[in-house]
């Protein structure tokens, strides 16, 4: 059974400050996801990584896929409050099913 | 772009009530699913449906059924609403194959059952 952890929980940071959040996740997967959530919306999909090594970037967001350590890092650079929201991670079980970590709610702080 | 909508963004029930939630979605996707939100705990799978008629229970079936009668909709239902199913209800949904596999979520339902 697939379980995945997210740390930290919490993170306030201040802006232009670099900080990262872990996904840890037990057994096999052989892809993983990255979603935002702002307040009061839904999931927006922002990366999913097939393969080990595979890193990706959009703007100051950069995520990196390690299968052998079974971790993914959301690296985030020179944080600005747009980028407040909580991040989630989410490993695949099977052909379909998705299992996600508790969440990380990220606050920038001018 | 897909587009994933739920009937309902707030919806207040009394314990004991039928609920339904509807969950649409436009890109004749076979795979649907029904997930709570609640702080803390992430989302949390109630079930999935890979085709018409089709279900599959999830982590947490207990207190809920599904019907999906058409492709393109799927329905949660709360036979009988209890506070404890108080929460926020996202769908969402994915096509086969394709080399992400991502999900597409709607905005959400939040749920008060008093």
């Known amino acids: 059974e697939l379980k995945v952890e997210q740390n930290p929980l919490f993170l306030s940071m201040q802006e232009g400050k670099n900080y990262t959040i872990y996904c840890n996740y037990s057994?096999?997967?052989?892809?993983l996801y990255w979603y935002r959530q702002d307040p009061g919306k839904s999931l927006e999909s922002l990366f999913v990584l097939l393969s080990n090594g595979a890193v990706k970037q959009e703007g100051r967001l950069m995520a990196s896929l390690d299968t052998k350590a079974r971790l993914s890092t959301l690296h985030i650079t020179a944080a600005v409050h747009d980028l407040s929201a909580t991040y989630f991670c989410?490993?695949?079980?099977?052909?379909?099913?998705?299992?996600f970590g508790q969440g990380t709610r990220l606050t920038i702080n001018p | 772009d897909v587009k994933v909508t739920q009937s309902s963004r707030y919806l207040v029930k009394r314990t004991g009530e039928k609920v339904f939630l509807e969950c649409v979605q436009d890109m004749d996707h076979e795979n649907m699913f029904w997930y709570r939100q609640d702080p803390g705990l992430g989302l949390r799978l109630i079930y999935f449906?890979?085709?018409?008629?089709?279900?599959e229970k999830g982590d947490i079936p207990e207190g809920y059924s599904v019907s999906r009668e058409k492709k393109e909709r799927f329905s949660l239902i709360l036979e009988s609403a209890s506070t404890s199913q108080t929460s926020m209800y996202l769908c969402a949904s994915h096509g086969p194959g394709g080399a992400y596999n991502e999900q597409f979520f709607g905005p959400g339902t939040r749920l008060t059952v008093l």
């Open positions: 057994t096999t997967s052989d892809r």
């Open positions: 449906s890979y085709d018409v008629k089709m279900k």
């Open positions: 989410a490993g695949r079980e099977g052909a379909q099913k998705l299992v």
